[in-house]
């Protein structure tokens, strides 16, 4: 390759990267709460691994790391993003917003999309394994093969129950319970040795449901039946979706949306990846 060819292709690259650069700025320009600033939303506290320390300026945990990448492709620098804090179901409702975006574990759904907007999905749910510290079933390899041999339990006509039998395929018997609360006091009087719940209801359960709770691991997301995809929730019909949408689309083709999970979701909190071939 030549030095002029050499010189041809960066060139190109830079007007490319540029060009990316001044869609996003100009996508955005009169369409933030404050002219040159974009102001994002969560939760109040806001936990980890979502947002670490309930401080998201920080940039820590999957979701504040999440934000700050979403509002550098948006063309607003770290020092342009002002948070805010809202409770879960006070940003739900319909009418006007006191943020730009909010991010906190919205599931996408339609009824939802009657009165908010949602972004494109920034995360899909995985479906992870919990046990009891210094339980029989602490311990076991993250691998579907070991998986197998524990005792599991799920709620009759979830996707949990419906995961196991057509995914996991444990050896012994699935017990079935009327509902999660049941589950987790089953796990609770070591009646079953594990249980399965998306990842976030998972680490809820871990820290704050179950005495010991532990989480082995988490399957890969394509596993996973009927998952939840979580979207950035903006006011109905913002002007801003559109952009937002182009930022984590950009993202996810960068592979830099699969490196923060992994970051924050997988290393960070300690729940490694099931090998489903193993």
């Avoid at 995360?123 to 210094?134: D, F, L, P, S």
């Avoid at 524990?150 to 050896?171: D, I, M, W």
């Avoid at 930022?247 to 300690?270: F, H, P, Q, V």
């Amino acid at each position: 390759m030549t030095k002029t060819s050499t010189l041809f292709g960066v060139l190109l690259v830079g007007a490319a990267l540029a060009g990316n650069a001044a869609w996003a700025q100009s996508c955005a320009a009169g369409k933030t709460l404050t002219e040159g600033r974009l102001t994002v939303a969560t939760g109040n506290p806001a936990y980890g691994p979502w947002v670490e320390n309930d401080d998201p300026a920080s940039g820590k945990g999957f979701e504040a790391a999440v934000a700050y990448a979403v509002a550098d492709k948006m063309g607003f620098e770290n020092a342009a993003v002002d948070w805010v804090r809202t409770s879960f179901d006070e940003a739900i409702q319909p009418g006007e917003k006191d943020f730009d975006f909010n991010i906190q574990q919205y599931s996408i759904n339609a009824d939802r999309l009657k009165v908010i907007d949602f972004s494109a999905p920034y995360y899909t749910t995985a479906v992870a394994v919990v046990v009891k510290e210094g339980s029989d079933a602490d311990g076991t390899s993250p691998t579907a093969s070991a998986l197998r041999g524990l005792r599991f339990g799920a709620a009759a006509g979830t996707t949990s129950q419906k995961f196991l039998a057509e995914v996991l395929k444990p050896e012994q018997d699935l017990l079935l319970y009327d509902d999660n609360a049941n589950v987790i006091a089953a796990i609770a009087a070591n009646q079953i040795d594990a249980l399965v719940f998306d990842l976030p209801s998972a680490l809820y359960a871990s820290a704050v449901q179950i005495d010991g709770g532990k989480i082995l691991g988490q399957f890969p997301v394509e596993a996973s039946i009927e998952p939840d995809h979580f979207g950035l929730l903006l006011v109905k019909d913002s002007e801003l979706t559109a952009c937002v949408d182009e930022a984590i689309e950009s993202l996810r083709a960068s592979g830099k949306l699969a490196e923060i999970e992994t970051m924050w979701l997988a290393d960070g909190a300690g729940v490694p990846v099931i090998d489903l071939n193993k």
